[in-house]
């Protein structure tokens, strides 16, 4: 069973930056970013392959950046440029089970951590 504990959300200002990271008890292949902001969907925000390949949501290009370690086991959200419309609580997903839904479906993803909240104030 894969287990993903987050961490480095937090408070800033509009225009500053935060770094994300999620820590996997074994190798996944691919690891997902998500976000819920309060009355919403949880949405996907950046996704990363094997080979490490990305994808993200138009919201967040250009801003944010996926990056992985060599073992396969922690990922890196680097979120530039922050907006206020950023503030979500920030979940890391794995053990995609690719239902053909697309990357940033949660349905893909069995595996969750517990969150991390960030709040972006203008």
């Known amino acids: 069973q894969v287990q993903l504990v987050e961490s480095g959300g937090g408070s800033v200002q509009a225009g500053g930056s935060l770094r994300l990271t999620c820590v996997a008890n074994?190798?996944?292949?691919?690891m997902a970013w998500f976000r819920q902001a309060p009355g919403k969907r949880r949405e996907g925000v950046a996704y990363?392959?094997?080979?490490?390949?990305?994808a993200y949501s138009n919201s967040v290009k250009c801003r944010f950046n996926i990056s992985r370690d060599s073992a396969k086991t922690t990922v890196y959200l680097q979120m530039n440029m922050l907006k206020p419309e950023d503030t979500a609580t920030y979940y890391c997903?794995?053990?995609?089970?690719?239902?053909?839904?697309?990357?940033?479906?949660?349905?893909?993803?069995?595996?969750w951590g517990q969150g991390t909240p960030v709040t972006v104030s203008s």
């Open positions: 074994k190798y996944n292949a691919i």
């Open positions: 997903a794995a053990d995609r089970r690719s239902r053909g839904l697309g990357w940033d479906n949660e349905l893909e993803y069995v595996a």
């Open positions: 990363i392959n094997e080979r490490y390949s990305t």
